[in-house]
């Protein structure tokens, strides 16, 4: 009877265990992952998001999404303040719950290259801008999305520069150091200030000292040379001409800064002010400013940008180029993500490239310069219209995106005591050779 008993019980309980593993079965067949996907047609992926200034538009892009793929939910997850997006990406793997997409600075893309997908064959790599993609392949195989371009330079303010030059500023005007130094003194002669210059150490050191490296040739092989022979201690920066064609411009700007008597006191917000107010006719800076300078801008006046030069021959390279690159890039995530989630990503990056409302979302929401050739929408702004120019004419000196992450730190200070006078160019060129030698 005890047997019986037991034999019925074992009965009743592997009919329940039956039922229940079919109902959990039932809901997760194809699309279980760790992202809680509940169907066979629904999915939901997430993306970390560097972007900060951009996250409403993001969200507001995954509703737009959701509309356009009712299959899929995309949720998006910010960076926290202070922290980089590699900390936070290196966070959640070690928590073991990566998001799907992780929107990464280009020098954090090799870092993560094992754990993502490797998308070479995506239909977007066809109409990706020249050099977009160079950076994030390796062996031959690219593994971001690029996501946006930025670029920087003189940020000139027209109605300074129309009156400083007695009828319409014409940037083609200024293509060496000698055009710029006239036309700082027309500035100066109308009774504004040149320019102004940020101390930020990241302004002076990844920015202006980057193009340094970057304005060493169009060769993107050749600037990867110059850095590895900075590295092995084989240049001598003291006679290199790109790099002292660099800093004769630098002095110029020492000369006419607004801030010379005091040139570390300035912040960042200082700058927009100083531009939109027209109390300066330049202002060396990139195409995410605009919001500030737009905020100060009484004038409804017109704004662009005019390369650094760094020769009095018009023809050197750098003279009339920009310094633009892909500044953020989206990975998908291999390790934890579901192939249903990958499949879904994909439609996500395709949806930005091809469809109307992502490319929307792109330009006229997020104010984002795309790294495509087929999206023909032209930004609202006009520093982002000044760099799809330069873009279009093929006159882009690509930035260097992959310096150590103190470099900007570390040499923008060497920066700040060249500004100061506080070391002097030889000086400068010893501490920054010394970095890259002990660069590990």
């Known amino acids: ?102 929107m990464l600075d280009t020098g954090d893309v090799e870092k993560f290259k094992d754990r993502v997908l490797d998308l070479t064959n995506e239909t977007w790599m066809k109409d990706a801008v020249e050099n977009s993609t160079g950076t994030t392949t390796f062996d031959g195989k690219n593994y971001a999305f690029p996501f946006s371009i930025e670029g920087y330079g003189f940020i000139y303010n027209q109605n300074v520069l129309d009156q400083a030059v007695g009828g319409t500023f014409d940037p083609q005007t200024i293509q060496t150091t000698a055009q710029l130094d006239d ?73 006419y800064n607004i801030d010379k008597a005091s040139p570390l006191s300035g912040t960042y917000e200082r ?6 107010k027209g109390e300066v006719g330049l202002w060396f800076q990139g195409n995410w400013a605009w919001p500030q300078i737009h905020s100060f801008d009484t004038a409804d006046g017109k704004y662009g940008f005019l390369p650094v030069p760094v020769s009095n021959n018009p023809e050197d390279f750098g003279n009339t180029q920009i310094s633009a690159a892909v500044s953020k890039r989206i990975l998908i995530d291999k390790e934890k993500s579901t192939p249903a989630q990958q499949d879904a990503a994909k439609k996500f990056l395709d ?43 093929g006159k882009i000196e690509e930035s260097v995106s992959t310096l150590p992450a103190d470099h900007w730190s570390k040499l923008g200070a060497s920066m700040q005591k060249y500004l100061a006078d506080v070391i002097d160019r030889g000086e400068l060129a010893k501490e920054i050779q010394s970095y890259w030698t002990n660069v590990k």
């Open 1 to 102: 009877m005890k047997t019986q008993r037991t034999w019925m019980k074992l009965s009743v309980l592997s009919l329940i265990m039956v039922v229940l593993l079919s109902a959990c079965g039932g809901g997760q067949t194809g699309t279980e992952s760790n992202d809680g996907a509940s169907s066979d047609s629904d999915v939901k992926i997430t993306l970390l998001n560097s972007k900060a200034e951009i996250n409403s538009q993001l969200e507001q892009a995954a509703k737009d999404f959701h509309a356009d793929h009712p299959e899929i939910t995309l949720e998006i997850v910010p960076v926290g303040n202070g922290q980089s997006p590699f900390e936070k990406a290196s966070a959640l793997y070690a928590s073991g719950n990566p998001t799907t997409m992780m």
């Open 271 to 276: 700058g927009p002010e100083v531009l939109g």
């Open 351 to 393: 949806w930005i490239v091809y469809q109307d409302k992502g490319q929307d979302f792109l330009v006229n929401q997020a104010s984002v310069i795309p790294a495509f050739k087929n999206i023909t929408l032209e930004p609202n702004d006009p520093l982002g219209k000044s760099i799809s120019e330069y873009i279009k004419a």
């Open 183 to 255: 036309l700082f003194q027309k500035i100066a002669a109308s009774g504004k200030s040149p320019l102004i210059i940020s101390p930020m150490d990241w302004s002076l050191g990844a920015h202006y000292l980057g193009l340094a490296y970057g304005g060493q040739s169009p060769d993107q092989a050749q600037v990867q040379q110059f850095i590895a022979n900075l590295k092995a201690g084989q240049v001598d920066l003291a006679s290199n001409a790109v790099f002292n064609g660099l800093m004769d411009t630098f002095d110029l700007m020492k000369t």
